[in-house]
């Protein structure tokens, strides 16, 4: 096996921008100043506490990941955002409501100095929203080349070596395949003749890869999921990676299913409900933006049980998803799942999961975590498709034809020897014979 790959240092700044300065952004925003300031501990972030090990279990060799690869320091990151408010972060953390009062307060001069840039919007897209802050322009390729000029504005302003940008706004309408995303050509004419198909996730994903700057997609919109986006990639040799974060509900079907699979446990129904009162959850209430939303966590299980191989457990399995709006919740989500399982000679079993989560406090730490591996990418000239992050996501990319990993405990080990692939170290198969010759 070749030994490690060239890496560029993460030296000078990382700029990262998010598109949207929701709940989820700004929790990631006031976490990261927190932490920098030693007021709280970074816990979920995989590149903050996590470890690896490194070579046979004897050599105790397990060094947390960020000594292990080299990943921007957080002391080195500045933020950017787009919004269809114009309130600045601190304004929007307090609105969001995530976070104390009395934390946002702690950090009160860096949230307010984050002041949203003018976003691009479509209402065909994200009904139950109404943008003032919003760009404007001719057609959608003058939409993307404003903002180019953001992206280009930004480096130059703050003089950052590097950029990453992370989708963190709103589910759009489920989109049906169109053939504008078919080539390159036929995506960019589309853009120039305003077409209905090139959605405001598009124009961002557009605009951050001609600017040769990696994106990551945390919603379940097609974005960059499709042949023209993978193309561009290509072409300016820029990581994606997406979709869709995963971190509630879908986080524990993907814990729950694969130990069920391992235990040739069957199921013949898995239930899924949530309430959930913050802007996402109003956005989810129409019901295209649902479908979208809906379609990524179904894929789920599927992959893991895959009922063609395992038909007498998994073939009739009837799976629903629901999300309900419910405004006194805020972000703190509740998500209940009835799992109706059948064990030996077929005998009925339930499983209850009753999970009262934080949805910005799990997805702050993925953002966080997606920013620097991204970057890392970048520096390790790993263009196109980041499978190794289907870690983050619910419903992961992958080349056409090629089916995603969604047990997490395997998404996990593909991510770690991947790290231990770019820095030359034995890849671990845990096969562990060799303790025993």
């Known amino acids: 096996m070749e030994k490690g790959v060239k890496i560029d240092e993460a030296k000078g700044k990382l700029g990262v921008m998010l598109v949207g300065l929701g709940a989820v952004a700004t929790t990631v925003v006031a976490g990261v100043e927190l932490v920098r300031k030693g007021l709280a501990k970074p816990i ?5 506490l996590g470890t690896i090990r490194l070579g046979k279990r004897t050599e105790n060799r397990v060094p947390k990941i960020r000594e292990f690869v080299p990943l921007a320091d957080l002391n080195d990151i500045v933020f950017a955002a787009w919004d269809i408010f114009a309130d600045n972060a601190y304004e929007a953390a307090m609105t969001a409501g995530v976070l104390q009062p009395s934390d946002i307060e702690k950090v009160r001069p860096e949230l307010e100095s984050v002041k949203p840039m003018k976003a691009v919007f479509d209402k065909y897209y994200v009904k139950r929203l109404e943008g003032s802050h919003v760009k404007q322009g001719k057609n959608k390729m003058e939409l993307a080349e404003l903002l180019m000029k953001d992206i280009a504005q930004f480096k130059a302003e703050h003089k950052l070596e590097r950029i990453v940008i992370v989708w963190c706004a709103s589910t759009e309408i489920y989109e049906q395949h169109h053939p504008a995303y078919d080539s390159l050509d036929a995506f960019e004419k589309a853009m120039v003749e305003n077409h209905i198909a090139i959605a405001p996730s598009m ?17 379940p919109n097609v974005t960059i999921d499709i042949p023209a986006m993978l193309e561009l990639a290509k072409q300016h040799n820029v990581p994606i990676s997406g979709k869709d974060f995963k971190s509630g509900q879908t986080f524990m079907k993907t814990l729950i299913a694969p130990g069920l699979k391992a235990k040739q446990l069957g199921v013949s129904g898995w239930f899924s409900t949530n309430i959930l009162g913050n802007r996402d959850g109003e956005v989810l209430d129409d019901p295209e933006s649902f479908k979208s939303k ?25 799976h629903k998803v629901r999300i ?5 919740r805020g972000d703190n989500k509740e998500s209940w799942d009835n799992i109706d399982i059948f064990g030996w000679l077929g005998y009925p079993m339930q499983i209850k999961i009753n999970f009262l989560c934080r949805d910005s406090i799990l997805a702050a730490p993925i953002v966080l975590d ?20 289907s870690f983050f996501y619910k419903s992961p990319m992958t080349l056409p034809g090629l089916y995603p990993e969604h047990d997490v405990f395997i998404q996990l080990m593909k991510l770690k020897n991947t790290l231990r692939f770019l820095r030359g170290e034995d890849l671990i198969t845990h096969l562990g014979l060799e303790y025993y010759d």
């Open 44 to 48: 979920g972030s995989l590149t903050q």
């Open 203 to 219: 124009i961002y994903a557009y605009a951050a890869i001609k600017s040769g700057v990696p994106f990551a997609n945390g919603a």
């Open 294 to 318: 809906e379609v990524s966590k179904l894929s789920v299980l599927d992959t893991i049980f895959q009922p063609e191989l395992n038909p007498d457990l998994y073939a009739n399995v009837y």
């Open 324 to 328: 309900n709006y419910y405004p006194p």
């Open 370 to 389: 997606l920013a620097l591996f991204m970057d890392l990418a970048q520096r390790a000239n790993m263009k196109g498709i980041q499978e190794w992050l």
